[in-house]
């Protein structure tokens, strides 16, 4: 697939997937009656569409001038991590959960970080099999950042077991 109509299509799709998580969040009891933590955890869930879909856009500015491209996938590489330890932080001390918050910060943060550090360093991806160069692999790391999205987005909206009536 050309690297070009990936990146629009994973840009569309998380921009897309952004939308829906504003109309969701709307409906958001807490948060529309402005509890703090709320407005926190739907920031940054709304990252985790964010961060993809606005990489994907800046990997389509200049494709041949690969700093472009990895000094955005960098950035947003760290932010996207600090991101999700803050998300898991949220939903530990609002839930009590420990398990999804632990979940997200094993599968979220080694992604994030893999994508800062494929960016910084291009000389590595010689390291991952298959001959993949270091843009196809910010690609397949985007795509699995999409999937943990959106369960983050699953689990902030699913309600507790308490509240659910049978």
Excluded: C, H
């Amino acid at each position: 697939m050309d690297q070009s109509a990936f990146y629009g299509v994973v840009s569309a799709i998380n921009f897309t997937l952004l939308g829906l998580w504003w109309v969701a969040a709307k409906d958001w009891v807490d948060l529309v009656a402005g509890a703090a933590s709320a407005r926190r955890t739907a920031y940054l869930v709304s990252l985790q569409f964010v961060i993809p879909g606005t990489v994907s856009l800046l990997a389509q500015v200049a494709p041949d001038v690969p700093l472009v491209w990895r000094t955005a996938f960098a950035i947003a590489g760290a932010v996207g991590a600090v991101g999700v330890l803050m998300l898991a932080s949220e939903l530990r001390r609002v839930s009590g959960a420990r398990v999804t918050p632990a979940l997200f910060v094993v599968a979220g943060v080694p992604l994030y970080l893999a994508v800062a550090v494929v960016a910084a360093v291009p000389a590595l991806s010689t390291a991952f099999p298959g001959g993949f160069t270091p843009i196809q692999i910010e690609a397949l790391l985007l795509t699995l950042l999409v999937f943990l999205g959106t369960q983050e987005a699953w689990v902030v909206r699913l309600p507790p077991a308490s509240q659910v009536t049978a």
